[in-house]
């Protein structure tokens, strides 16, 4: 069975460190926007419909309960970080409501409370997607990451980044590119993508190939992803590339690569 280099495990393991610490926080919810009003910031303000709200102390089951907001009291929402919210009682007690703890909640003239959730309602229409890839690009083993943004649950935009290692030699890929999905509501989904970016290579071997070159790649390709739970979902992607060198014949690289990613 084949073994990724160690170098490349290594890269691997640092990247996707890099990006789930770093996965932003979602702000207010969809409704819920921030106004200024004098010198005080105006919040969105929700009404109790369960018997009670409980408010922990940190964003997750793992904090203890530190309040409890009792029926028919009003709180203000500050913001949101993935499921949570985190909210200020009428008494200015700050605390963490869990999302599924607010679906009942309402507004001021009585209706409910709408918001995204890390459901597959949320996966077939989001904003924001983030994920890392392990795969082969043309032979040499590769890991990469992206971002893209929604323009609609059919139509997004995605930046592309990786690092491939060879046995001749080694590089980046920087692309930038239109991923078309058709079906968006169903658990798996088939797109199509194309786009263009930037291969740099570094030879292992200089005797007979030029110092580092940089050049410009089109690419399309197909791919599917599959919701599995919350807001994660796997990914798998084929592109077919075409690098334009500065020879009399341009290069043809085929990438594949599976990946794990989380949308919010």
Known sequence: MRRWPTSLRTGLLRLAAVLL????????????????????????????????????????RGYPVAQVVGRGEAIDVLLRKTEWFKVRTERGVEGWANERDLVLA????????????????????????????????????????????????????????????????????????????????????????LGTGFDRVQPKVTLTQPLDSTNQTAYVGLGARFYLTRRFFLRADYRYHTVFTSRDQNEVNQEWKLGFAFFY
């Open 21 to 60: 610490l770093a996965a932003p926080a979602a702000g207010m919810a969809a409704d819920a926007s921030a106004q200024q009003a004098g010198a005080q910031d105006k919040y969105l303000q929700l009404f109790i419909s369960q018997p009670y709200l409980e408010l922990h102390t940190g964003p997750g």
């Open 106 to 193: 309402h507004l001021a003239d009585g209706t409910l409370f709408v918001f995204k959730r890390g459901d597959r309602d949320t996966f077939t229409n989001h904003d924001w997607e983030t994920g890392v890839f392990a795969g082969a690009y043309g032979g040499a083993s590769m890991i990469s990451a992206y971002e893209s943004f929604s323009f609609n649950s059919q139509l997004k935009v995605e930046i592309t980044l990786g690092q491939y290692l060879g046995n001749i030699s080694n590089g980046y890929i920087a692309e930038i590119g239109l991923n078309h999905v058709f079906v968006p509501e169903w658990r798996l989904s088939p797109f199509i993508t």
